[in-house]
């Protein structure tokens, strides 16, 4: 399903240096758990989201596999230290090989 | 603290369930978490889990995790068909062990977070959701 999918990421501009921030995403995706069927009575075959990462200037924030349990439009929210001012490379890597990505700057004051 | 017949009838049924219910899937994640463990086991405590006691739709139950030192936090809800939920990897810019999302859960059920410690032991901890419609479909 590569239809559709839209990445929403909501990170500070600026921070100061070794500063904690929070950061959230959320991208939107039906997250088919492969344990509904269909009007027939058929399993609609599993398409999630198997894997997120978040990184800042290549090194790695969090990296999160995801399980069919996690919810349509999959959201997290975690904290990041930024020790100088870069950028946040957010990737989500989807069952049917396809790969999304969204980058957010952020400078230090 | 006193019961109507209604409440009472409405506990002893949902402790019946649970009763049937839970042994055959909690073993399924009592499996995950020694393969996770390596059958070490975790000890509960130290770490904690939020989630909402009554969830009115498992199509997207908000749960955060709260675990001071881990190094990787792995989520388990123990009453749905799979149990594995999700894998929470800390890298050297994550600021707080901490991480929150949205999660399915097909039934009322506990939800179990282990997580690795720096020294390589396992911690847990549970919470329990009501959740009043399912959210695996079916």
């Given at each position: 399903?590569?239809?559709?999918?839209?990445?929403?990421?909501?990170?500070?501009?600026?921070?100061?240096?070794?500063?904690?921030?929070?950061?959230?995403?959320?991208?939107?995706?039906?997250?088919?758990?492969?344990?509904?069927?269909?009007?027939?009575?058929?399993?609609?075959?599993?398409?999630?989201?198997?894997?997120?990462?978040?990184?800042?200037?290549?090194?790695?924030?969090?990296?999160?596999?995801?399980?069919?349990?996690?919810?349509?439009?999959?959201?997290?929210?975690?904290?990041?230290?930024?020790?100088?001012?870069?950028?946040?490379?957010?990737t989500?890597?989807?069952?049917?090989?396809?790969?999304?990505?969204?980058?957010?700057?952020?400078?230090?004051? | 603290?006193?019961?109507?017949?209604?409440?009472?009838?409405?506990a002893?049924?949902?402790?019946?369930?649970?009763?049937?219910?839970?042994?055959?899937?909690?073993?399924?994640?009592?499996?995950?978490?020694?393969?996770?463990?390596?059958?070490?086991?975790?000890?509960?405590?130290?770490?904690?889990?939020?989630?909402p006691?009554?969830?009115?739709?498992?199509?997207?139950?908000?749960?955060?995790?709260?675990?001071?030192?881990?190094?990787?936090?792995?989520?388990f809800?123990?009453?749905?068909?799979?149990?594995?939920?999700?894998?929470?990897?800390?890298?050297?810019?994550?600021?707080?062990?901490?991480?929150?999302?949205?999660?399915?859960?097909?039934t009322?059920?506990?939800?179990?977070?282990?997580?690795?410690?720096?020294?390589?032991?396992?911690?847990?901890?549970?919470?329990?959701?009501?959740?009043?419609?399912?959210?695996?479909?079916?």
């Amino acid at each position: 399903m590569a239809s559709g999918v839209k990445p929403r990421v909501k990170v500070p501009k600026t921070a100061e240096a070794g500063e904690a921030i929070t950061i959230k995403t959320l991208i939107s995706h039906k997250m088919e758990s492969g344990q509904r069927k269909d009007g027939d009575g058929k399993l609609i075959p599993r398409s999630i989201i198997n894997r997120f990462t978040a990184e800042f200037n290549g090194e790695n924030v969090i990296d999160v596999a995801l399980e069919p349990a996690i919810s349509t439009n999959p959201y997290f929210q975690f904290d990041a230290i930024v020790p100088e001012s870069g950028e946040f490379t957010f990737t989500w890597y989807d069952d049917d090989g396809d790969i999304y990505n969204a980058t957010k700057k952020i400078s230090v004051a | 603290m006193s019961y109507t017949r209604r409440q009472f009838l409405a506990a002893s049924t949902f402790s019946s369930i649970s009763l049937l219910g839970v042994p055959a899937f909690a073993s399924l994640t009592d499996d995950a978490i020694s393969a996770l463990t390596g059958g070490a086991g975790a000890v509960e405590g130290g770490i904690s889990i939020t989630a909402p006691e009554i969830a009115e739709n498992g199509n997207t139950v908000p749960v955060e995790i709260d675990a001071p030192g881990a190094v990787a936090i792995t989520l388990f809800a123990d009453g749905n068909p799979t149990p594995s939920v999700a894998t929470f990897k800390f890298g050297a810019l994550s600021a707080s062990r901490t991480a929150s999302t949205r999660i399915r859960l097909s039934t009322t059920q506990n939800v179990v977070a282990v997580a690795e410690m720096e020294d390589g032991s396992f911690q847990m901890a549970k919470a329990n959701v009501k959740v009043t419609i399912g959210g695996c479909g079916g």
